[in-house]
């Protein structure tokens, strides 16, 4: 074999290691990032009324559907409206040109969209919390409790 050819295969098997090793890293890192867990906390108070039913008791569960029924349709045109201001937030910041007008109008029409929906899920929740025995509340208070705690929330 010529020292030219030699030279060539110890190259070629370096380039591969080097390669190999790369890879190698790179697996390993997204295999120890996946299994390192990191998730964002969870929100102090669930973002929709479904805790509610999770926490009930059948009877109460019932009670809770029919209130939301009654009020889907409702709320789905409230989340359509939000969803659009979001998707005009979004279509802005891939604008070419944008202004900083142009930003502020639309964070203002999504803050207020946000604003109109959450306050439809509070008096949705304030229907559903008030027709409730104490014994309820009281559980579904100490359940929110525990989820903040076990979560490492600060107690209020």
Not at 71 to 100: C, D, I, P, V
């Amino acid at each position: 074999m010529k020292a030219a050819e030699i030279f060539k295969a110890s190259r070629f098997l370096s380039v591969t290691l080097v390669i190999s090793i790369a890879l190698n890293l790179l697996l390993a890192g997204f295999i120890a990032g996946r299994n390192m867990g990191f998730h964002p906390p969870p929100r102090p108070m669930p973002s929709n009324l479904a805790w509610l039913m999770r926490e009930s008791p059948e009877p109460t569960k019932e009670k809770i559907r029919t209130l939301l029924t009654e009020t889907r349709k409702e709320n789905q045109g409230l989340r359509s409206e939000l969803f659009k201001a979001q998707k005009n937030f979004y279509e802005l910041l891939g604008k070419e040109n944008l202004t900083e007008e142009e930003l502020i109008n639309s964070l203002t029409r999504l803050r207020e969209k946000t604003s109109v929906f959450q306050a439809s899920m509070h008096k949705q929740m304030a229907r559903i919390l008030v027709d409730l025995p104490l014994e309820e509340r009281t559980n579904l208070l100490n359940n929110l409790e525990r989820r903040k705690r076990d979560h490492g929330f600060p107690p209020p």
